[in-house]
């Protein structure tokens, strides 16, 4: 894929279903008694990988297009997979239907795509292992082979890291547990898990401590089939976001965007960095906060670098933006610092070397640092862009190539498709030369 340099970014934009919460809907849809319709699902390759294991498990699903009816089999319906259930790039899908798995009376194995085999699971063989399953890996890495036993034990865990994938696994599996199940988070993630439980019946009680909360469900409680509209997604708009702010002369208008306050860490460090971002039209739909969303390029004007260091919890506030977070990095004057970003080095790819590399590559001046990075203004040059089959490298990159002089090639453009199948066509359509 090449890309040139824009003038400005202008139009209206329909973003894809939130891909966080389709995954989800999908789940929560297909073990809840009834039939579920889902609305605005994300048209994606990561949330397909969800439906496609779901219907290995014998879960009726009809699509069409981005709606997306499930026949819930309720909590004792699902059905032993005759072949390996294939997560694709999906590390949402791995792990949070690893929690459900945990449970059945019946085993099954999950498997990857090269990048998701490399990716942690001790993280929620731990917690499940706790609980009674018998989980096999490769040295913590998939395939996991979940040697179904039926119910498990109830337990209390408090997350090593900062993960809402771990959370949500050791909830789901809690509904196939003996008595309460309890995780603690010292540091709030995405509560999209606690939020649709609820939706579909399930009482979710959330109470708060001292440091962080503790967030407990009780097996047995059946789910009940229900419809909802899945916001757009949030870390699709922040490409958008990120190129409207930085040139001049944009005006980006991005309706029903979920706008979880476990999700806007990357709006509260644009607006202190200078950007003009408004949110409007604010309502909830599917238990979830969405707005429109207005992004207004005015010019970037100077803050103190004190400002410009990113650290601690909001942090995991904004941990899918930290790619397009580097790019707004380079055009504005302060350089941008972020860290506490360790685990940035286990997503889809290694993100902080992707970062570090590819912005070294478009002539930028970066300090790489084991959690993080720190990147100054740079002038920016068209490059060949290696995405590291990375969806949100490829992507952040893509809006890196608007911003710099001569041509820019992305490697492994398709990626884009785990998350925004039509990034490239949208961009086009707002892009003004
Ligand atoms: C997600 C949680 C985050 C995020 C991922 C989606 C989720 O991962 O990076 O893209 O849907 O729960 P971690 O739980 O590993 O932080």
């Not at 939130?18 to 995954?23: L, M, N, Q, R, T």
């Not at 890996?137 to 036993?149: F, K, Q, T």
């Not at 034990?153 to 309890?182: F, H, M, N």
């Not at 971002?277 to 604010?282: H, I, Y």
Request: one cysteine or more.
């Amino acid at each position: 894929m090449k890309i040139l340099s824009a003038r400005s970014v202008s139009g209206t934009i329909g973003l894809p279903g939130d891909k966080s919460i389709s995954h989800r809907a999908a789940m929560l849809s297909a073990i809840a008694d009834g039939t579920s319709n889902i609305h605005n699902f994300a048209a994606s390759e990561d949330c397909s990988s969800t439906l496609d294991c779901l219907s290995a498990l014998g879960v009726n699903i009809e699509l069409n297009g981005t709606a997306v009816l499930v026949h819930g089999v309720g909590l004792g319906g699902l059905k032993e997979p005759t072949n390996p259930l294939d997560c694709g790039n999906s590390g949402t899908t791995m792990r949070l239907i690893s929690g459900i798995l945990a449970g059945q009376p019946f085993s099954s194995t999950l498997i990857g795509d090269e990048s998701l085999s490399k990716r942690p699971m001790k993280r929620i063989i731990g917690p499940l292992s706790e609980m009674g399953a018998s989980i096999e890996s490769v040295d913590g890495h998939a395939p996991l082979i979940i040697n179904g036993r039926g119910a498990l034990r109830p337990i209390e865990y408090t997350l090593p890291v900062a993960s809402a994938q771990i959370k949500s696994c050791v909830l789901l599996a809690g509904l196939w547990a003996d008595g309460e199940t309890s995780v603690i988070e010292p540091v709030p993630t995405r509560d999209h898990t606690e939020r649709m439980l609820r939706g579909f019946g399930v009482d979710v009680t959330v109470r708060d401590l001292d440091k962080g909360k503790r967030v407990s469900v009780s097996g047995g409680s059946r789910l009940t089939a229900c419809d909802m509209t899945v916001p757009s997604d949030i870390s699709s708009a922040a490409f958008f976001v990120v190129a409207a702010a930085c040139l001049k002369g944009s005006r980006i208008v991005m309706p029903n965007v979920g706008i979880n306050p476990t999700r806007t860490g990357l709006f509260e460090v644009l607006r202190r960095l200078g950007a003009d971002t408004a949110l409007s039209d604010k309502r909830e739909q599917a238990g979830e906060l969405v707005a429109t969303v207005e992004v207004v390029g005015r010019g970037l004007g100077a803050v103190a670098q004190a400002e410009a260091i990113i650290d601690g919890p909001v942090v995991a506030n904004m941990i899918d933006e930290v790619p397009i977070l580097a790019v707004f990095g380079t055009q504005i004057e302060s350089g941008l610092e972020i860290r506490g970003a360790g685990e940035l080095r286990v997503k889809e790819s290694d993100r902080i070397h992707s970062i570090v590399e590819n912005l070294r590559r478009m002539n930028a001046n970066v300090t790489e640092y084991d959690d993080g990075f720190r990147v100054e203004r740079s002038h920016l040059k068209g490059a060949e862009i290696d995405s590291f089959g990375d969806h949100r490298i490829a992507m952040a990159f893509t809006i890196a190539g608007l911003f710099a002089t001569g041509e820019t090639t992305i490697l492994g453009a398709e990626s884009a498709a785990v998350s925004f199948p039509d990034f490239f066509e949208t961009l086009q359509s707002v892009t003004v030369r």
